[in-house]
C-alpha cells in the first residue's frame, strides 16, 4: 500500500488547512452567535456568517471534495480526501463550508452512482451548488434499526406513484431550514429476497402527509440549524420517478453509500480527536497546581502520550481502509470500513474525555468539549453501533477458518 497523497491533492492540503485556520476559526463564536438558540425548531435560522464562508471557499475551488467523480466534484480518491476530512473535523462548522457534510455527501454520491437524469437536474444539481440540504431516512423507532432487515415503514409502487408509510427517527439535516428533500428507505415488497424487499425514494419535504413531530436531542443539544428529526410518513405520495434506481435497489444502494460514508466520519473523528488534545496539552502546560504545571503532575504526560499514539494508529487505521476502499470497492474493504469505524469514534471518546478531566469542573461547562463528547458518543451509534461492526470483523475472521 502506498500512503503518498497526489501532488493535487498535497495542494489542496495546504489550500483547505489555511483556509480553516484564517477562515473558520476565527468565525466559529461568529456562528453560534447567530444561531437562534431556540429550542423550537421552527424558529431556526441559518447564520448568515455560513453562507459567506460557503461562498469564499466555493470561489476558491475549495468545493464537493468529497466527489471521487470529477464532472461533479474535486475528482480525488478516499486517500487523497482522508486528510482533507481530518483538518474539516477540527472544526463542527468546517465540513458544511466546503458542502461537505454528512447526510449531503452521501445523499449526493447516491444520486451521482445511482440517480436518473431528471434525479440529478432536480436534486442533485442544488445540493451540489449549496442551495439546499437533505436528510437519510432509515431509522426507525419501532423496531431495532441495527438491523435493517426489521424496518417496517413502507415504499409501495400504486400506478405510476409511491405510497410512503411509516414513521422514521433520527433523519439528521431535517430540521434545516434549506432542507428540501429526505431519502427514504422502506419496504416495497415483503415476500421478496430478503436483499431486495427495500427501496429508496426521494421525498419532498413539504410532501402532503409528511409530518416532523420532533427534533431528538443529543444529550440535550438540538444540533441548530440541521437537528435529527422525527417523522411520520402517512400515505406519502410522490412519482414513481422519485425511486432510485428502481423499486427493490435499497440495500445494494445502502451498502454502497455506507462505505464511503463512515471512512468520512472517521476522518472528521480524528481531526476532531486532533482538536481535543490540542485543548487538552493547552491547558496541560498553562495551569499550575502543587507548584507545577498540569503536565507534570502524576501520570498526566503517561495520558498525553498514550492520545498521541491512539490518534496516530487511528490515522494510519483509516488511511488503510480508504486505500482498500479505493483498491477494492466498499465490497473488498468491509473488515477495514467496520475496524475503522469502531476505532475512530473511541479513541475521540478517550481523548476527549482526558481532555475534560485535564479542564477540572470547566471541562464538563466548555460548550466545545460537551459538543465533541456528543459527537464520539453519538458517532459509536450512528452508521451502526460499535458492537454490529466488530461482529463484521469477527465474522471475516472467522471465515479463515471454515
Ligand atoms: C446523532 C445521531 C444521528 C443519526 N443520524 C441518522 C440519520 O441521519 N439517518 C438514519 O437513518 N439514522 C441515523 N441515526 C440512527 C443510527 O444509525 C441508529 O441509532 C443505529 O443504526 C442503531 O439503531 P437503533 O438505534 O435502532 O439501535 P438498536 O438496533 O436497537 O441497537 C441497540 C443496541 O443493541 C446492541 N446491538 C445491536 N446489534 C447488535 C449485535 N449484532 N451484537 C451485539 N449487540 C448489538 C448495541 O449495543 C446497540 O447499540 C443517527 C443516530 C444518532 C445517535
Known amino acids: 500500500m502506498d500512503f503518498e497523497h497526489s501532488e493535487r491533492a ?26 437562534s438558540g431556540s429550542r423550537d425548531w421552527r424558529q431556526w435560522r441559518v447564520p448568515p456568517i455560513m453562507e459567506t464562508l460557503k461562498a469564499e471557499a466555493k470561489a476558491a475551488g475549495l468545493w464537493n471534495l468529497f466527489l471521487p467523480e470529477s464532472e461533479y466534484g474535486a475528482g480525488l480518491d478516499n486517500r487523497d480526501y482522508a486528510p482533507l476530512a481530518e483538518i474539516m473535523g477540527r472544526s463542527f462548522i468546517a465540513p458544511e463550508v466546503f458542502n461537505c457534510s454528512a447526510p449531503d455527501t452521501g445523499n449526493a454520491e447516491v444520486l451521482v452512482r445511482y440517480g436518473s437524469a431528471e434525479q440529478k437536474e432536480r436534486w442533485l444539481i442544488p445540493l451540489l451548488d449549496g442551495r439546499v440540504r437533505s436528510g437519510f431516512a432509515m431509522t426507525e423507532p419501532a423496531v431495532a434499526s441495527s438491523d435493517a432487515t426489521n424496518m417496517k415503514a413502507t415504499c409501495e409502487v400504486d400506478g405510476d406513484h409511491i405510497v410512503l408509510n411509516g ?14 428533500f429526505l431519502i427514504f428507505m422502506g419496504v416495497t415488497d415483503s ?32 444540533d441548530e440549524p440541521h437537528g435529527h428529526a422525527e417523522i411520520v410518513f402517512d400515505d406519502v405520495r410522490v412519482p414513481l420517478a422519485n425511486v432510485i434506481a428502481g423499486p427493490g435497489r435499497g440495500f445494494e444502494i445502502a ?26 496539552c493547552q491547558r496541560a502546560v498553562g495551569r499550575v497546581a502543587f507548584g507545577k504545571p498540569l503536565a507534570n503532575l502524576g501520570g498526566n504526560r503517561d495520558v498525553i502520550a498514550n492520545c498521541r499514539m491512539a490518534i496516530d494508529q487511528a490515522r ?5 481502509a480508504a486505500w482498500a476502499l479505493d483498491k477494492h470497492g466498499t465490497f473488498g474493504a468491509l473488515t477495514d470500513i467496520s475496524a475503522i469505524k469502531v476505532v475512530a ?33 453519538a458517532l459509536r451509534l450512528a452508521d451502526g453501533p460499535d458492537e454490529v461492526h466488530r461482529g463484521m470483523v469477527a465474522k471475516l475472521e472467522l471465515r479463515k477458518y471454515t
Not at 22 to 33: D, W
Not at 316 to 320: D, E, I, S, V
Request: glycine share 8%; aromatic share 6%.
Open 167 to 180: 414513521q422514521k427517527w433520527w433523519t439528521s439535516g431535517a430540521g434545516d431550514p434549506r432542507c428540501a
Open 345 to 377: 469514534p473511541n479513541v475521540l471518546q478517550t481523548v476527549v474525555d482526558a481532555a475534560i478531566q485535564i479542564h477540572g469542573g470547566e471541562g464538563v461547562a466548555d460548550p466545545e468539549l460537551s459538543r465533541l463528547m456528543g459527537m464520539a458518543r
Open 191 to 222: 415476500q421478496a429476497e430478503r436483499h431486495q424487499r427495500h427501496s429508496m425514494v426521494i421525498v419532498p419535504i413539504d410532501a402532503p402527509g409528511l409530518k416532523i413531530l420532533r427534533m431528538l436531542p443529543v444529550f440535550g443539544h438540538l
Open 10 to 35: 498535497r495542494d489542496y492540503i495546504a489550500h483547505v488547512d489555511r483556509f480553516v485556520r484564517e477562515r473558520v476559526l476565527p468565525n466559529e463564536k461568529r456562528y453560534y452567535a447567530e444561531l
Open 316 to 320: 494510519l487505521l483509516t488511511l488503510h
Open 255 to 280: 451498502q454502497g453509500r455506507l462505505g464511503p460514508g463512515r471512512i468520512h466520519h472517521c476522518m472528521r473523528a480524528i481531526g476532531a480527536a486532533e482538536r481535543a488534545l490540542e485543548r487538552l
